[in-house]
């Protein structure tokens, strides 16, 4: 069956980086775009980053742009997120997740087009 496993989160001082990662199975990987999410304490969830299946257009959000970088390993069913810079504000459950559409050219950031999802890897930035 489809599955994504997120990892990397974890407790980090304002200023510093995280290294996220999702490794996915059950689906061919390689034919999806995929995306970064996120949920604060009482918020909603609300979209980060995307890139396309094949890896050639990446966009992100206003909030991240700049700081965060997505990028993926088609080889190894990867998908990764580099935060840097990162900010009280970033504290939230990160998740990865699948555009439920194969093959689609630009990056879609609605969270109902994505129908398959990681766990969360929570993470925590202190002031």
């Known amino acids: 069956q489809v599955q994504l496993v997120d990892a990397g989160g974890g407790l980090v001082q304002a200023g510093g980086s995280l290294r996220l990662s999702c490794v996915a199975s059950g689906f061919t990987f390689s034919s999806y775009a995929m995306g970064w999410f996120r949920q604060a304490l009482g918020k909603e969830r609300e979209f980060v980053a995307g890139i396309t299946w094949s890896g050639r257009s990446t966009y992100y959000a206003d909030s991240v742009k700049g700081r965060f970088t997505i990028s993926r390993d088609n080889a190894k069913n990867t998908l990764y997120l580099q935060m840097n810079s990162l900010k009280p504000e970033d504290t939230a459950v990160y998740y990865c997740?699948?555009?439920?559409?194969?093959?689609?050219?630009?990056?879609?950031?609605?969270?109902?087009?994505?129908?398959?999802w990681g766990q969360g890897t929570q993470v925590t930035v202190s002031s």
């Open positions: 997740a699948a555009e439920r559409t194969a093959h689609t050219i630009v990056v879609v950031t609605a969270v109902d087009e994505y129908d398959a």
